[in-house]
């Protein structure tokens, strides 16, 4: 992959290689305990894996990004050693797994059984399959399922197996094949559909037993339909399949956090609220050894040098096409009001040079800012890079431009798109400041491993209309549930969902969905 770098990533800027500092000889060593507290991430990964089948696995953290401010629990850590065990009991290849799968190929849904399965299925763009897949994953951890994936030819290869000893990944020969035409909002396995069907009764029929069951139940948790589960007499009935597929595109872990059922184990797992999706996705997620090959290799070429990184995500969608010099206008006042880009009239006079290291006058070094813009649109970068190259005299501080790809449109059934799309989550995950655009899922991912509470660039009212203010500073690294539930079981009727718990209040880019607070 490395051969093909120039390929997939065009070299956007003429900026200087990276230069790494000497090591500072008065600065006594890491400790071998230190370091393998960073490789594993405070004992959030196992260390049963090798090092060569996933170089992203146990890359240094702190090679990458700055110390996460969240520390797993122990209890959380705790549980993930159980689920693994629990995997490689019952995961692929198993007798167990066998055994189940046989059942569902004869129809039936057998009472009492040892191991049962949530298999998650994806819909739309990469950042929406992995909020939904952490949220799934966190799902399988409370009701002690064993999560599996159905991963179509655009997502195989993107991520390494997070299992140690077992595979993720739904086998050949699998009872379900057609999972687009057979899991659909009319499909009659939707556990939605069951209920209004009366087929399930609401989960209150105490006749309803396992053995009375389909084979296996379908949970849709679409957009429009993330309220159809969430009750806890629907987690009982749910409880009772040993197969559940469960189709996706946002991120519904919040919902788990309003249910009295979890609540006590989850602030067990997550004492620090607004960690939960940090701590999942940097346990689960960890990019494949070819897209790992293009984060290094452009981190090392373009990012590694700079003193201070900014990450700049820019998302405009189909459905409010705001115009470019709005869009761009927005991302000035953003930076002029809280700070953010460097600032050229205020700088002085320093030449630039092919070295990352720039020196003023004096011989001191100077500030060096690498400025990564991630967009399926070269517009912003040629601005903002033009804006600063017109200014190099005036710039004492260097500044770098940089975009790794831009491929103008969303292709969600591309695996090459889809790989450029996960090497630049995990390059704006880098950096130290990050803006990104409301309602992006891709952003949410980014800010979310790196542990990082965002600037956020507000919606317009209409694509003419400027966003006012042009951005705020988010008050949580967590993402945001779009589509929360109207309704939380328990609650009185009308009540507002972003009240009901001191660690829930609403989004700051989508006021009827919900995001987790310390």
């Avoid at 309003?258 to 006590?264: A, D, G, I, S």
């Avoid at 990019?287 to 990012?303: G, M, T």
């Avoid at 804006?387 to 500044?399: C, I, L, M």
């Avoid at 705020?472 to 718990?501: F, H, N, W, Y």
């Amino acid at each position: 992959c490395g051969r093909n770098f120039e390929a997939l990533y065009r070299a956007v800027d003429a900026a200087p290689s990276p230069v790494h500092a000497a090591p500072d000889r008065d600065k006594p060593a890491p400790s071998p305990r230190r370091d393998q507290d960073d490789r594993l991430l405070g004992g959030l990964l196992s260390p049963a894996f090798d090092d060569y089948s996933c170089r992203s696995r146990y890359a240094s953290p702190s090679l990458y990004r700055r110390p996460s401010p969240f520390r797993p629990s122990s209890h959380l850590v705790a549980r993930l050693r159980r689920y693994e065990a629990r995997h490689r009991r019952c995961g692929p290849g198993s007798p167990l797994f066998g055994e189940a799968v046989e059942h569902l190929r004869s129809g039936r849904n057998a009472a009492r059984s040892e191991c049962q399965y949530t298999v998650w299925t994806p819909f739309n763009g990469l950042g929406n399959r992995m909020l939904a897949l952490a949220s799934t994953f966190l799902h399988a951890l409370l009701t002690d399922r064993v999560l599996l994936v159905h991963a179509p030819h655009e997502f195989d290869g993107l991520f390494c197996e997070p299992f140690p000893g077992s595979s993720w990944t739904l086998p050949a020969g699998f009872p379900i094949a057609d999972f687009d035409g057979t899991f659909t909002m009319l499909s009659p396995t939707s556990y939605k559909n069951m209920k209004k069907a009366g087929t399930i009764n609401g989960g209150e029929n105490p006749n309803v037993t396992a053995e009375t069951l389909p084979a296996y139940v379908f949970l849709d948790l679409i957009q429009s339909y993330t309220g159809a589960a969430f009750c806890e007499a629907d987690q009982r009935v749910l409880a009772k399949f040993n197969w559940m597929v469960v189709k996706s595109d946002v991120y519904f872990a919040t919902a788990f956090f309003l249910m009295p059922v979890y609540r006590r184990e989850l602030a067990r797992l997550f004492p620090e609220k607004e960690a939960a999706f940090h701590h999942l996705a940097r346990y689960l997620f960890h990019p494949s050894n070819d897209v790992w090959a293009i984060v290094r290799e452009f981190h090392e070429a373009y990012l590694a040098g700079a003193d201070e990184r900014i990450g700049l995500q820019v998302r405009v969608f189909p459905e409010l096409p705001v115009p470019f010099e709005t869009m761009y206008g927005q991302i000035m006042r953003c930076s002029e009001q809280e700070g953010l880009l460097p600032k050229v009239a205020e700088r002085n006079a320093a030449a630039a040079r092919n070295t990352s290291a720039v020196s003023s006058p004096d011989g001191r070094k100077t500030k060096l800012t690498s400025i990564l813009v991630t967009s399926l649109s070269p517009e912003y970068y040629e601005r903002i890079r033009g804006v600063y190259q017109a200014n190099r005299a005036e710039t004492g501080g260097y500044v770098a431009v940089h975009q790794p790809s831009h491929d103008g449109v969303q292709h969600t059934e591309a695996r090459g798109h889809n790989q450029r799309a996960l090497a630049e989550i995990y390059l704006l995950s880098f950096c130290d400041r990050i803006v990104t655009t409301a309602v992006s899922t891709f952003g949410y991912v980014a800010h979310g491993l790196a542990g990082v509470r965002p600037w956020v660039l507000l919606r317009s009212p209409s694509p003419g209309t400027p966003a006012e203010p042009a951005c705020v500073r988010s008050l949580s690294v967590e993402p945001c549930m779009q589509a929360a539930p109207r309704q939380m079981c328990g609650a009185a009727k009308g009540s507002d969902i972003g009240t009901l718990a001191p660690y829930v209040r609403h989004c700051e880019d989508v006021h009827g969905g919900v995001k987790l607070f310390s």
